[in-house]
């Protein structure tokens, strides 16, 4: 239901939807993702939600937000106007919004988030790092907020401008702002 046209091309497949009308709204498109696969997606207009996937992606909306969890994978996620959120994931690559804010919430791995007009915030929660206290947890942002609660081992952060909130932090948490914040 709403889909205008489904075609099988070379390099995948390409799905038109019909545009929401004043009275109807489209019913969210599930598509299922084999593990270690490499996709591709493109929306001009509309919210994107990806869960439980391995391997490669890349994903682009125009207009709206990307929402992430429990992803295993290489990225590289860009929306000109919305946020991009982002939780429970190891993540390698790119999130870029021109327009929009990026939230990060335990997200392992060396992502670069980078907004144009907005702000990037990053947060570990006290289970996560309690999953990380048998080694030095390092983090590091060109810009932005990060916030980590109840470290239980080493942790170093690192931010370029921004700030940097520890609560519940041990003996030898280490945190550097290289420019300017707080």
């Not at 038109?16 to 493109?42: F, H, I, M, N």
């Not at 709206?64 to 996620?77: H, P, S, T």
């Not at 946020?83 to 919430?105: F, H, P, Y």
Request: with cysteine; net charge neutral; proline share 4%.
């Amino acid at each position: 239901e709403g889909i205008l046209i489904q075609r099988e091309l070379p390099i995948g497949i390409k799905i038109l939807t019909l545009k929401e009308g004043r009275d109807k709204a489209l019913s969210p498109l599930t598509l299922l993702v084999p593990p270690e696969y490499a996709a591709q997606l493109e929306l001009l207009k509309g919210n994107l939600t990806l869960t439980g996937i391995t391997g490669d992606i890349e994903a682009t909306t125009q207009t709206g937000n990307l929402k992430i969890k429990q992803l295993n994978a290489r990225v590289r996620l860009h929306t000109g106007k919305g946020d991009i959120e982002a939780a429970e994931s190891s993540l390698t690559g790119d999130l870029v919004t021109q327009s929009g804010n990026i939230l990060l919430t335990d997200v392992d791995g060396p992502c670069v988030p980078i907004t144009r007009d907005g702000t990037v915030s990053v947060r570990f929660s006290e289970a996560f790092l309690a999953k990380k206290q048998k080694e030095t947890f390092e983090y590091g942002l060109p810009f932005g907020t990060i916030e980590a609660v109840g470290a239980l081992g080493r942790v170093k952060f690192q931010t370029g401008q921004g700030s940097i909130r520890l609560q519940k932090a041990p003996f030898g948490a280490e945190a550097l702002i290289a420019q300017k914040g707080d």
